[in-house]
């Protein structure tokens, strides 16, 4: 066992945990999301940290002078300042694979749930003693036949084309770059100018990473621009819609719904979304399946393994370091 200190943020499944355990000097914490004072603490003497539920940002970097390596547990990684971990040559990886399938299902989950009125129907049933049965007393839409236009269009957004297409919807797709026709052939999706898609689809599911580009891509704007009678699903991160304008607009009825599983202030959620009966609402749950949180970790520490092995881990975010200490 090397008794270089490596520090796990969250206390994750512990059968993921355990090769990293036996290498190093593995110091798990157990309560939960970490104070940040606690973290400025804990990262003074650690060489590589396993970061799940913390960022990662100038401050905390400028505070673990011995860090080397950064293993992101997820495939989002803007809790991280990768360009302060670059400038001290810590390497940062991530694991964009693992989280796809579980995501996608709750992207698919919260459009049926939506446009069903599942969850609405679920909570009035316990709670509303004028809950009314009958025909015509409860009436959602249908998948079937609706178009579904996809924001970022890489694993996740691919998935839950995919999956959209078995419940019989019409798959329409905006990213920068479009993708290759056997691929589009493949997922049976049509290319859009977002604007294009904004106006058209009947749901619209985000699926772009949160960057300078993408924060509040779908704002008052493109708000305004979408049919009232459409839902916007949003499972990537919260502060990719301008929340505000959203519930402006879902208050205004000028949306038809919204299920969303982020939000621009976790945990916080705006108050006015909990009273909306058209609105779903899960807790960040994307990647909350048994099955994944283990892959999750055991990759994320697999990151650390292979770093500190010599092998190039898996999904590194800034290579350049690599590079740079292997001249
Ligand atoms: P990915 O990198 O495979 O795909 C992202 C897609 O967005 C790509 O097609 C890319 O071209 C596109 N994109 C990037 N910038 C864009 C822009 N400015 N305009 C249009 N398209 C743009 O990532 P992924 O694995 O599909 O994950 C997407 C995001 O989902 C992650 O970054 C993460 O933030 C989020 N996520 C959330 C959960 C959750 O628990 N809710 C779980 C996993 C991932």
């Known amino acids: 066992m090397s008794n270089k200190k490596v520090l796990v943020t969250y206390p994750l499944p512990d059968e993921g945990l355990q090769e990293l355990k036996e290498r190093f000097d593995v110091t798990v914490y157990k309560d939960g999301y970490m104070p940040k004072p606690v973290l ?26 011995q860090l080397k390596v950064i293993s992101v547990y997820g495939s989002g990684y803007d809790n991280i300042d990768v360009k302060a971990a670059t400038s001290r040559g810590i390497v940062v990886t991530y694991i964009p694979d693992v989280v796809t399938d579980s995501t996608a299902e709750i992207a698919m989950g919260l459009m049926l749930c939506t446009l069903r009125r599942i969850s609405e129907c679920d909570r009035r049933l316990r709670s509303d003693d004028n809950f009314k049965w009958g025909m015509m007393k409860n009436m959602g839409r249908l998948l079937n036949g609706k178009e579904l236009g996809i924001i970022g269009m890489g694993r996740i957004g691919r998935a839950v084309a995919k999956r959209a297409a078995a419940f019989g919807m019409r798959i329409s797709y905006y990213k920068r770059k479009r993708l ?14 977002l604007d294009d898609l904004i106006r058209t ?37 919260g502060a990719v819609i301008d ?63 292979d770093f500190f092995s010599g092998r190039q881990p898996f999904h590194v975010i800034n290579p350049e370091v690599l590079q740079l200490s292997e001249k």
């Open 201 to 237: 689809a009947d749901v619209i599911s985000i699926h772009t990473p949160l960057t300078k580009e993408t924060w509040h891509l779908i704002g008052q704007r493109e708000l305004s621009m979408m049919k009232p009678d459409a839902v916007l699903i949003n499972t990537s991160r």
């Open 243 to 305: 929340e505000k304008a959203l519930v402006r607009h879902l208050a205004a009825g000028k949306l038809a719904g919204a299920g969303l599983d982020v939000y621009e202030d976790e945990p916080a959620i705006p108050p006015e979304l909990l009273q909306m009966n058209n609105v779903v609402l899960t807790p960040h749950i994307g990647a909350d399946t048994i099955e994944t949180r283990i892959l999750m970790t055991k990759e994320s520490a697999q990151n650390i393994i």
């Open 40 to 65: 400025l603490q804990s990262l003074k003497d650690c060489e590589g940290v396993l970061a799940a539920g913390v960022n990662l940002f100038e401050e905390e970097i400028n505070a673990a002078p």
């Open 180 to 193: 290759d026709p056997v691929i589009e052939m493949e997922l049976g999706a049509t290319f859009k100018r």
